[in-house]
C-alpha cells in the first residue's frame, strides 16, 4: 500500500505540484461540464472558452501570489 502512495504522488507533484492548482482547475472543469449539461445555464455556454481561460489564469495568479508572498522567497536588502 505504501509503494501505492508513493506511486500517487510521484504523478501528482510532476503533473501538478501544487495542491491550489490542482483544486481551481478541477473547478472550473465541473463548472464547465455543469454549463454544458444543465439547461438553465445554457446562455453560457458561449462563454464557455472565456470562463476557461478566466479560471485557470485566476488559479495561476492565485499560485503565484502566495509563491511571491511567502517569507522563504523575499530578497534580503
Known sequence: ????????????????????ILIGVSLTMILLALIAFLGALAALHGASGAILIAGVLLTLLTTL??????PENKQKA
Request: proline content about 0%.
Open 1 to 20: 500500500m505504501n509503494i501505492v502512495l508513493r506511486v500517487i504522488l510521484a504523478v501528482y507533484n510532476f503533473f501538478v505540484g501544487d495542491l491550489v
Open 65 to 70: 501570489g502566495r509563491e511571491v508572498l511567502r
